[in-house]
């Protein structure tokens, strides 16, 4: 389970994110939107320890992230949007560097290897260095990197950028059975069909506040158009100025680039 | 479907994390190695053969110096005092200049780093992390340390006849010497970025000018003016009086110093007390320094693990200072300097010049160095030299020509050369305007010279000025502002040609491509560009007038044989660096038409 209570950040004069408390209960998919600039990568950059609160608390599996960072981190599984990896190891070797961090036996290495091998479809290029990999191949290995142990939370930014037709089909399937298998996913994406197909609640947040928090039908309530897509629902609730980018997010809504 | 596990795993432990991080250190490695043996065997070998070379040259020279010393200085407490004096000075240097470039080089691999970004998502302790980027921040700063400082002492060992043992501590005392201002640095920078992340660069810049001002008193106390005449043996005690601030014995430059010493010399003057072997002196400075060292190792894991995560944190919350192009009074002169040339070449050295400006890395220090450079030119003059000196004027002057051109040349190849292959991994920016291809490198040639020509030239005429070069020989001075402008314009080329020839498209950083092959090969045909460069004009120079300094001073024009004789070298030199110049620049143009993104 994921809580947040009263979480915000500050930087500088600027606050990113505005008294954010919200709940992510277990197996539930749960789609976090925004606007470029609304808070969404800092938050999530909060949520798996890189950035500290300025003020609230969060935790992931009952162990909050900053006085119990690890014990949060082995619960967590965390896809980045831009993955890094280490180009000087094969994707078998840096798989195997993660379940050693994470303390995987051989056995469950072995185990968890294979299946995610076979969802994933790397057997093809495990073996050569990552350097080599295209973007979507490497989505691919930072996503069975996620889940190599077994995550009981998987915190996923922009899952679907970069990737082919049959890959994004594939992580849907994917998260899908995670969650269905009682992984508490939380998903930042632009990709608003993604979120609509997929989602059990839906939050917006913009400009640091939360402006929404619930399922699609109850926005649709709310906004009183019940026939409209999630799209023409979100572009109205954010209607107005885009947010000035954080330090900690860039205007594409990426982490910033480090030179 | 798959079953998603509750992770109830136990955490690792601190010797089951230091197993994990330098399994991943020796899997690093080896496949870096075995990636340049299969791919680039030649590059690797190249680098093993420079720096062979380097290490053989420093070692001859070494070895000359300290034999010249012995057959000079018959004195032997005289001649222990001087190596002890040099080596103070040597290590302290080395302890400023390893604790500031650990930290530099920290702060870049733990708050600028993806892998960093990618560990700190991960269950392992904080100060693992530090702890493993600060051993590789060690690595880095001490095998400069190795590379210069062992030549010197292996030299210095075979010249006093030292004992098998000498040997066999130099690398252990090296070591332990080097962890402990890395630690220093370390901590610095760790609650520099915890506690003032927002003046971080400030507070680099006055660290860089504390170390700059330490080389200021060093400059100073060396070539600050002395009451007796150039190396007599009261010069030679007045100096050493001078620089006995570098013996401080708190320090562990002292006890790297004296330790080594006491290694070097079983019987040295007064140091052992009788019936204690000189080396139980020597073990007992080197247990100083690893324990010490040790200390500083757990100093750097203890702050790391209060203050990284904290200043990492800390350091993304800073506000993105506003940039306006074309306001500053630098962008309006550049507009003015460069109107002359043709479209679009002013704007894209004015991209180039902010993106220059920007990055302070990229010229602070060359500050530093030029600034010394030039504060030791000025203070050279303090030298009170008597009549037979006056013939190393015109030598000394090549001698800053060359020094200033190798201050050049790793310029150029540090920030010049990785342009080209940086520009390339940018080329759906201008590659898909309308700009042609000629342009783009022209432009970058022209920056390289603009930047590189004022400083040089400038410095060369105070060298000139303060030897009186400019005022007694008005021709010598113009001979070495146009050999000068060869040099700049030669290294220039050199570096925009080998960075379009070679390109490291792949590589972000332009320091790894700098030290790539292309790099060194740079470094390489730049240092024998100067040497040509310089020889050409410098020994029909010296030829003619260290003969005839004194005739040369009250006579204007210079005799028509020397003048001959120089304008011939010059002439030569001119052929020499168009001919560079311009196959550099064919051969760049010609790769970077054909250059495939």
């Not at chain 1, 057997?123 to 295209?134: A, I, K």
């Not at chain 2, 300290?66 to 001087?82: G, L, Y």
């Not at chain 2, 005690?237 to 790297?256: A, D």
């Not at chain 2, 001959?564 to 001119?574: I, P």
Request: charged share 15%.
């Amino acid at each position: 389970m994921i809580e947040m209570d009263c979480v915000s950040r500050v930087f500088g004069p600027t606050v990113a994110v505005r008294d954010l408390s919200l709940r992510v209960v277990q197996g539930e998919i749960f789609a976090f939107l925004g606007p470029n600039g609304a808070g969404k990568t800092t938050t999530i950059k909060m949520m798996v320890g890189l950035l500290s609160p300025s003020s609230g608390n969060i935790c992931l599996g009952g162990f909050d992230v900053v006085r119990q960072s690890r014990q949060a981190k082995a619960r967590m599984g965390y896809v980045p949007d831009q993955p890094q990896l280490y180009d000087k190891l094969s994707g078998r070797e840096f798989l195997q560097f993660v379940a050693d961090v994470h303390g995987l036996s051989p056995g469950d290495l072995q185990e968890s290897l294979g299946r995610l091998m076979r969802v994933f479809d790397l057997g093809r290029f495990l073996d050569q260095l990552t350097e080599s990999y295209s973007h979507g191949m490497k989505q691919r290995l930072a996503f069975a990197a996620a889940f190599l142990h077994r995550p009981s939370i998987a915190i996923v930014d922009e899952p679907m950028v970069g990737l082919d037709p049959r890959s994004v089909r594939l992580v849907k399937d994917f998260l899908r059975d995670q969650a269905a298998a009682g992984t508490t996913i939380f998903m930042s994406t632009h990709t608003l069909s993604v979120a609509e197909e997929m989602a059990d609640r839906i939050g917006v947040i913009h400009q640091g506040r939360l402006l929404f928090l619930g399922t699609l039908n109850e926005l649709r309530q709310r906004m009183s158009q019940n026939d409209s897509s999630l799209e023409q629902l979100f572009l109205q609730l954010t209607d107005g100025d885009e947010a000035a980018p954080t330090p900690g997010e860039s205007p594409a809504g990426k982490s910033r680039e480090t030179p | 479907m798959i079953a998603a596990a509750s992770n109830e795993r136990p955490l690792l432990t601190h010797s089951q994390e230091s197993r994990l991080f330098w399994g991943l250190r020796r899997r690093i490695l080896h496949r870096l190695v075995a990636q340049a043996l299969a791919t680039a065997r030649f590059r690797l070998l190249v680098v093993i053969c420079l720096t062979v070379l380097f290490w053989g040259s420093m070692f001859l020279i070494f070895l000359s110096g300290f034999q010249e010393m012995v057959a000079a200085i018959s004195h032997a407490t005289m001649r222990f005092q001087i190596v002890q004096t040099i080596n103070n000075i040597f290590f302290l240097s080395m302890l400023v200049m390893l604790a500031v470039s650990s930290a530099i080089i920290l702060y870049s691999n733990l708050y600028r780093n993806d892998e960093v970004t990618f560990l700190l998502t991960q269950p392992v302790r904080p100060q693992r992390i530090v702890v493993y980027k600060f051993e590789e921040a060690v690595l880095f700063s001490g095998w400069g340390f190795l590379l210069l400082g062992s030549p010197m002492l292996i030299a210095y060992g075979l010249v006093a006849e030292s004992p098998w043992y000498y040997y066999v501590l130099l690398l252990p005392f090296m070591m332990a010497f080097v962890a402990i201002p890395a630690a220093c640095g370390a901590v610095v920078c760790m609650l520099v970025v915890r506690f003032l992340p927002a003046v971080r660069v400030q507070t680099f810049v006055v660290v860089a000018g504390l170390a700059v001002l330490l080389g200021l008193l060093l400059v100073r106390a060396l070539c600050g003016e002395t009451s007796y005449e150039l190396m007599t043996p009261q010069w030679i005690q007045e100096i050493l009086q001078r620089l006995r601030f570098g013996e401080q014995r708190l320090l562990p430059s002292w006890w790297l110093a004296t330790g080594l010493l006491e290694a070097a010399h079983p019987h040295s003057p007064g140091s052992t007390p009788s019936g204690v072997p000189a080396w139980h002196e020597s073990i007992g400075f080197l247990s100083v320094l690893t324990s010490n060292a040790l200390l500083s190792y757990l100093a750097v894991s203890w702050v790391g693990r209060w203050v990284f995560v904290p200043g990492y944190s800390r350091l993304s919350q800073l506000e993105v200072p506003q940039r306006r192009g074309g306001s500053s009074w630098l962008d309006a002169g550049l507009r003015g300097l460069t109107r002359w040339l043709p479209h679009p070449m002013p704007l894209l050295l004015a991209k180039d010049m902010r993106l220059f400006r920007r990055d302070p890395v990229q010229w602070l220090q060359f500050l530093i160095f030029f600034g010394l450079l030039g504060f030791c030119f000025l203070n050279l003059r303090r030298f009170h030299y008597g009549d037979g000196m006056t013939q190393w004027m015109t030598m000394i002057g090549f001698l800053h020509l060359a020094m200033v051109g190798l201050i050049l040349s790793t310029f150029t190849t540090r920030f010049i050369f990785p342009m080209i292959s940086l520009e390339g991994r940018r080329f759906w920016i201008l590659g898909t305007l309308p700009v042609s291809r000629r342009d783009i490198l022209w432009s970058k040639f022209l920056f390289a010279c603009m930047v590189s020509l004022v400083p040089c030239s400038v410095l060369i005429l105070l060298g000139d000025l303060a030897w009186q070069i400019a005022q007694r020989t008005p021709l010598l001075a113009v001979v070495h502002q146009v050999s000068c402008l060869v040099l700049c314009i030669g290294l220039c080329a050199i570096a925009v040609g080998l960075g379009a020839l070679l390109p490291n498209l792949r590589e972000t950083s332009p320091s790894k491509i700098a030290a790539g092959f292309g790099g060194t090969l740079n470094l390489v045909l730049s240092a024998m560009y100067i040497l040509a460069t310089v020889g050409l004009v410098a020994v029909p120079c010296y030829a003619g007038f260290d003969r005839a300094w004194e005739d040369m001073s009250r006579q204007w024009p210079i005799a028509d044989a020397q003048s001959l004789r120089l304008m011939s070298g010059l002439l030569a030199s001119l052929i020499l660096g168009a001919t560079v110049t311009y196959l550099s620049l064919r051969m760049g143009f010609r790769a970077f038409e054909k250059l495939e993104v």
